[in-house]
């Protein structure tokens, strides 16, 4: 298909192991950004990469989180040491060019921490 | 800094109603602002968006929302509600390129 791809789709985590969660976006989109959605609540902001520059990484939670899209295409997110306050979807979005642009959203990784 | 507040976390309709979603922005700067949905175990989608041109934005199924600058409102409207809108809708805002902020959601039902 020709959305954002996100995978795994459901990632179960024992508390202090490392996960990476990979975000496939639209081909040709320059912005890609990755929002954590705790249950009950909205998307709240993580990081932002317009190619493969971080330009925005405030919304990271801890030294514990880490992105990267090292060739400006396929992004992944790392959580070192998870821990249960962790659990949450992960959401993905891509646009075509700046960040006011429309963003396409994937379908979210939903991780659990035991 | 910007920040939205959808007033009402459930709101239930019938069948045919009409449908208010609440949204109010806090925002320093013009704002571009986003009416999205999301179904179950799915992503968002977008609805609409306002970037400065009308004031009254029509979208995708039906749905509009009016641009209330001395109010700090972008309310979401829908004529008349069909089973299908059931979802949770989310109004977000964007001043800084990349980093929009979404409200909690609202989750719409539709009662036959």
């Known amino acids: 298909g020709a959305g954002v791809s996100q995978s795994p789709r459901y990632k179960v985590a024992k508390r202090g192991q490392d996960v990476a969660l990979r975000c496939d976006p639209i081909s040709g989109h320059v912005s890609l950004f990755w929002y954590q959605q705790a249950l009950g609540q909205g998307p709240e902001f993580l990081t932002y990469?317009?190619?493969?520059?971080?330009?925005?990484k405030s919304g990271l939670p801890s030294d514990r989180f880490f992105a990267e899209r090292p060739e400006g295409s396929v992004s992944t997110l790392k959580i070192q040491r998870t821990q249960q306050e962790d659990s949450a979807v992960y959401l993905c979005a891509s646009s075509l060019a700046e960040g006011y642009d429309e963003q396409f959203f994937g379908p979210g990784t939903r991780l659990t921490v035991l | 800094a910007q920040s939205v507040t959808q007033l009402g976390s459930h709101v239930s309709v019938s069948e045919g109603a009409l449908v208010l979603l609440r949204c109010n922005y806090s925002?320093?700067?013009?704002?571009?602002l986003f009416w999205y949905v999301q179904y179950p175990n799915q992503g968002l989608q977008l609805l609409l968006k306002y970037t400065s041109a009308a004031t009254l934005v029509k979208g995708i199924n039906g749905f509009e929302a009016e641009f209330k600058k001395s109010e700090t409102s972008f309310h979401l409207t829908k004529p008349s509600a069909h089973m299908s809108d059931a979802a949770e809708y989310f109004c977000?805002?964007?001043?800084?390129?990349?980093?929009?902020?979404f409200g909690d959601g609202t989750t719409l039902t539709v009662k036959p």
């Open positions: 990469f317009q190619n493969e520059a971080q330009l925005d």
């Open positions: 977000a805002v964007n001043t800084n390129a990349g980093k929009s902020t």
């Open positions: 925002s320093s700067v013009p704002p571009y």
